[in-house]
């Protein structure tokens, strides 16, 4: 898996699955043990970075395995059953390897790193999950930055992105 984590109220477990192009859902019970898994196809390849905003919508990277200029974000509701419907299919940020996603505090706007290029991308999110891209290249980070990590400070007013090539954090 890419990445492994919970949605916002715990009921479920998520693991994106990178070979396969799968998304695994874990519905998550009362004793806090998980079902069997529920696979679900991811919209495009490579299926990598996610977070889920406060309405249950998961917005997810999608690296496309490295191809240049390919990568894409897209978002699903998650049902408490542990399905997944896609409502927004693989919107391009053309840029290389969409790897990790944060979602402001407000909850409208996504960014996404670009290992590959060396750069953040951001989307707009409406409450609907629905995705639009804003900026292509909303943050540059540099050559041979490659940006493997973001977070958000408290209130989304600063993105700080962990430059693993250059080893430094940036502020934004």
């Not at 998650?78 to 840029?95: H, K, R, Y």
Request: with cysteine; aromatic share 8%.
């Amino acid at each position: 898996p890419a990445q492994v984590g919970f949605s916002c109220d715990g009921e479920l477990l998520v693991a994106t699955e990178k070979a396969t192009n799968l998304i695994d859902v874990y519905v998550v019970g009362a004793d806090g043990v998980t079902g069997p898994p529920i696979s679900h196809p991811s919209s495009g390849p490579t299926p990598f970075g996610f977070a889920f905003d406060q309405r249950n919508n998961l917005i997810v990277s999608e690296a496309f395995g490295g191809v240049p200029n390919a990568s894409a974000v897209s978002s699903y509701t998650a049902a408490l059953s542990g399905m997944l419907s896609v409502v927004s299919e693989s919107i391009p940020d053309f840029q290389t390897a969409a790897c990790w996603i944060v979602i402001t505090d407000s909850g409208r706007y996504v960014y996404t790193s670009n290992t590959g290029s060396g750069s953040v991308s951001s989307y707009a999110l409406a409450s609907s999950g629905e995705l639009t891209l804003l900026n292509s290249v909303a943050a540059n980070t540099g050559a041979m930055s490659v940006p493997i990590d973001m977070a958000l400070s408290n209130g989304s007013r600063y993105l700080y992105v962990h430059a693993g090539g250059l080893q430094a954090v940036q502020g934004f």
